[in-house]
């Protein structure tokens, strides 16, 4: 594969969107989402199909270049919101687990800031960047630290999530500092994203999550804490 590699696969990937787009399925996707970006009407499932079938096809790209390159060019790139969800597929891809490290943040808290809204954001926070906190932590925790009391409230919200799914590698003092930062903000995205971190560890450690309610109740806002302990009562 050549220098145009990259840009081949971008609009392979486009054009294969192009070709399974249902118009009619657009503006109901549009409209849930809040997007001013279009859609193309492109459902999840046929859409990852697709990754999988280019990839299948053309080739992964080869090296870290050629994979940021595609993915950075989908996603700055993009006329519709299915090729940014295209580009974190491509992320997500078994073909680029080699590249999930500490150099690649910088380019997913690019995906946090210019995407800013939850769908991109939980997408990045919890499938990419959360696996690359556990195996790299020494590196990423300072990153997380940082977001914690970002001006940015989409980093906030990552700060919070990240750790979603970790299960028993869950760090819970890097838990608390996120939440106990934010709980005070009227954020809707924030005390929901406190709430969701808390419910998924009490789906580990549910004494910890009941323990931390009580502790901080008059901390957490009602969403919060009524999210928190959903499933735990």
Known sequence: MGRDAPLTLAA???????AIADPAKAPAMQAYMKSAM????????????????????????????????????LWDGAAFREERYVALDLCAHRSARR????ATVPMYDHFIVTGAWWDHVDAVA????????????????PVVLRWIADPDPW???????????AKAETDTALLAEAILANAGDDNFFLRKGIGWALREYAKTDPDWVRAFVATNEA????????EALKRIG
């Not at 392979?12 to 192009?18: K, N």
């Not at 499932?45 to 994979?67: F, H, K, Q």
């Not at 901390?219 to 009524?226: D, E, H, N, Y």
């Open 12 to 18: 392979a990937l486009r054009a294969g969107l192009a």
């Open 38 to 73: 279009p859609f193309r009407g492109v459902p999840t499932p046929e859409r990852r199909r697709l990754v999988r079938d280019v990839i299948a096809t053309g080739g992964p790209p080869s090296d870290r270049d050629m994979w940021e390159s595609t993915v950075a060019e």
């Open 155 to 165: 980093r906030r919200r990552a700060s919070i999530i990240v750790q979603n799914g």
């Open 99 to 102: 590249w999930q490290d500490a």
């Open 126 to 141: 919890i499938a990419l960047l959360g696996p690359i906190l556990r195996a790299h932590r020494a590196a990423v925790q």
């Open 219 to 226: 901390r957490l806002s009602p969403l919060s804490r009524r």
